[in-house]
Structures are given as structure tokens and as C-alpha cells.
């Protein structure tokens, strides 16, 4: 396979492969059924593709593969019979709209269906956004696991009893009527919240940003809000999506490596996005009392409004953080707040606060709250402790670009050599 074809692929795959999924969990009706569709059907692919080209709709190839290789498979295990009939009886044709003719597929679009059936009311809600996690954005269990702070094992647990629930109640696959959205609509939102999250802040790997994601998490926050306009914190969550996206060329260099928000060069921001994101928020503000989501959008406003890092209202920053602590207590709220008031009142208040988080034991083992200790500690020149919360941030991250700036923290420290602590620190 010539390496521009293989590249090819792997970009059809990671851009194509859960929409994929979501027609193929349509057509098929089962989670494992379609799982195992799709892997072959990308084993097919790289045989006949090397050779024959790619074709001009690869995902509607991909789905009409897969669908027949499940047919096939189906076909020769005898418990599926009655699977078998049901599919090859349908006279519902298969199409699959070209990937260009998709965006505007509103309430119709496979993976927003896909995200409203894990979105049951049926299923515990930490397991609504954990599965749909898994199933529409590929994330792995141990990367849903980091994001919701529980052992691997919890979060396997949950994803099992989750597909098996659906699959026992025969949970219906499509966008429940406008009387029923208002008790999914939270999870939708938390679902889209995190497909973006580990997009533009992955929780392992080699890239710092994984493009993919944060455009699907974008697109999906728009169909939301098409199937209901008025909704305020889908508009919020928009919002929220957009003014943080717009930094996303300006988060890296071009090897790779993380650039802090303070060294970015705003000029490479995306400023049509900040304008939208801007309007959306203040809109919602205007309209309606504040939800997380708002606030959240609010916060990244003000970030994208000055136009350096020393123009920053870093005391509104941390005043929205506060009322989003006491709107939606989360330990990471709490981290992100610390790090506001380190900014205001000093690094001394900020790591009390951080201390104070730490003492609950809510974050044990999260490597951001070692790295914000860390930076604290640097700002009040404590060096040698400094570097062991560095180095303690350095064990737990599982991301390459993060991993490199924190040892090139450390390595920082290290030469300016032994330093007496400062008085009172």
C-alpha cells in the first residue's frame, strides 16, 4: 500500500468512521452487530482500495459494505435467523447523502439520532453520556474513564449494562417528539460538551488538539439547535463550542508542542467564530438566567475579547468562575476557579484554594491540579517544590504535547539551581 493511499484511509476513518456507525446502528439495529460491520468494513476497504481507488463517497461505500458484510455474517449463524429476514425484506433503500450534502441533514443526521437513543431516560446518566461517548465519538473506555474520574473497570461496568439495557427494552433509534426532548436535552448537551473536550484538550495520545472531534462536536451543537432554537443553553453551548475553537491553530507550534493561552498569537484566532460565539452568548445572557453553559461561554469571551494576555479581565474571569461553582459544584470548576484567583489575589491564594481541593481528595491523580500547583509554585519562586509537582503532573499525563511542556518546565527550573525559599512563602 503506497503511504499517500494509507494516509488517505486513516483520514477517512478518523473523520468518517462514527458516522459510519451511526447509519450502520440504524440499518442493523444492533450496537455489536454495527461495531463489527464497520471493522470489516475498513478491512475491505484497504484491500480493494490500494487497488481500485478510493471512491468518490467513501462513507456510502463503507456503509453499503458493511451492511452487506453484517447480512453475510448474520446469514451463517443460525441465531439471527429472524434477523436475517427482517433485513432482507426491507424495501427501505439504502442512501447515504455525500458527505458536502450532510451538514444540513437537521434532525434526520444518523449520529444526532444516535445520541438522542443513548440519551434515554431509561438509562442512568452518567451511563447516557458514557456510552454515547463510546459509540459516537470512538473514544476509548479508558479515555471516558479519565474524563469522569472513575476507575476503568466502573466505566467498563457501565458501558456494559448500558448497550445491554438498550438492547433488552428495544429502545427505539430516532428523535424523540418535542414533548420528550426536554428530559434528554441535559445528557445531549453533556454529550456534545465532552466530544469537543477531548477534542481540543485529548487526554492522551500524540496531539495536543483532535480536529475531528471538535468539528463533529460543532456540527452537532448546531443540529441541536436547529431541532430547538430557543433552547439557551444548546445557543450557550454553541457558543461556548465556537469561542474556543476559534484559538485552536494558535494552541500548538508547528511540531506539536503546547502553547500556553498567554503566548498565543491572537492574530491567528479565528475572529468570525469569536464574532458568532460573542453574539450567541450575549443573546442568551440577555434572554435568560445564566446556566453553565453560559457562564462557561461567558468566561471565553472575555478571553477572546482582549486583544493581549495583559488586557485579560482576569477579576470578571474569576467572579464568573465562582457563580459557576455555585451553580454547578465540580472539582475541576473549582481548579479552574484557583487558577482565576491565582491570576487576581495572587499565586499564595490560589494554592490555598488548590490545597483546599486536593484535601477533599476529588482529584487524586488529576495531573492539571499538579500542574496548576506547580505554577503557583514557580510564581512564588518556591523552586525545589515546584518541581516535584511538576514531575508528579509529568507521571500522571498520558499526553505527549503536555508531557514535553512540563518536562521542559522542569529542565527550567533544574538550571537555575538551588534557591533559598522566600521568606513567608
Known sequence: MSAGIEREIGRIYHEESRRVLATLIRLLGDFDVAEEALQDAFAVAVERWTSEGI?????AWLVSTGRFRAVDRLRRDARFVSSIDELEQSTTPLHVPAPELDDDSGVEDDQLRLIFTCCHPALASESQVALTLRTVCGLTTEEIARAFLVPISTMAQRLVRATGKIRAARIPYRIPPSNELAERIDAVLAVVYHVFTEGYAATSGDELIRRELCSEAIRLARLVVELMPNASEANALLALLLLHDARRDARSTATGDLILLEDQDRARWNRAQIDEGIVRVEA??????AGPYAIQAAIAALHAKASTAAETDWRQIAALYALLVERAPN???????????????????????VEAIEARGELRGYHLLEAARGDMLRRLGRRDAAIRAYEKALGLS??????????????ELQSLGSAPTPAGS
Open 398 to 411: 498520558t499526553l505527549e504535547p503536555e508531557r514535553r511542556f512540563l518536562k521542559s518546565r522542569i529542565s
Open 331 to 353: 472539582p475541576v470548576v473549582e481548579l479552574n476557579h484557583a487558577v482565576a484567583v491565582a491570576m487576581v489575589d495572587g499565586p499564595q491564594r490560589g494554592l490555598l484554594l
Open 55 to 59: 471512491p468518490a463517497n467513501p462513507r
Open 284 to 289: 442568551v445572557l440577555r434572554r435568560s438566567r
